[in-house]
């Protein structure tokens, strides 16, 4: 079993969710752990720069098979983590990615999924305003056999389906 880290969401509402999660998960790791941003107790938006230094710090204090639960920004600082600090991390599951952000900031993407070490299980919704399903499918799909690819029918960005989460990470074997 492994340490499950769950990175969700910038929006302070994020936090009851990812409670749920949490919850949900559990029992099948030795430790989850949520981690908290500044931002939610201090009411403005992200700092990248920050909450980047901040989540490396933590990473390296783990010891053990480390799994990745990102939602939206946080799959990015993820990658940007392991990639670039050269982070052990056993598995990445990306929900929501922010394409069209990473698109429009000039992310290096591409080269970060290319040196990226570990499966990846990405799930997103048939028309999530971030990306759609097919367009992160038909991107991504090619850059590695550990790509995994779930779909969940429907057009938002909230991601409120956590048993169906749940499932789709268990059958993946994440843990």
């Known amino acids: 079993m492994a340490t499950l880290v769950l990175l969700w969401g910038n929006d302070i509402k994020n936090k009851q969710r990812i409670q749920e999660v949490d ?10 752990h949520i981690h908290t941003y500044r931002h939610w107790n201090q009411g403005w938006d992200i700092n990248m720069e920050y909450e980047y ?4 710090s933590y990473l390296k204090k783990l ?17 940007k ?4 600090k050269e982070i052990f991390i056993k598995q990445c599951i990306f929900v929501w990615f922010p394409l069209g952000y990473c698109e429009n900031t000039g992310f290096p993407l591409e080269k970060y999924l290319k040196e990226l070490t570990c499966p990846v299980l ?9 990306a759609d399903y097919q367009v992160l499918y038909k991107k991504f799909w090619s850059l590695s056999p550990a790509f995994t690819f779930k779909e969940i ?3 938002d960005h909230a991601y ?3 048993k169906l989460l749940k499932q789709f990470i268990l059958d ?4």
């Open 160 to 162: 409120q389906e956590i």
């Open 122 to 130: 990405w799930i997103q919704k048939t028309n999530d305003p971030a």
């Open 172 to 175: 993946n074997n994440a843990r």
């Open 53 to 56: 230094e901040q989540l490396c």
């Open 23 to 32: 919850k949900e998960l559990l029992p099948f790791y030795d430790t989850t």
């Open 81 to 84: 983590a392991i990639v670039e």
């Open 153 to 155: 029918p429907g057009d």
């Open 63 to 79: 010891s053990g098979s480390i799994i990745l639960f990102g939602k939206s920004l946080w799959c990015i600082l993820a990658l």
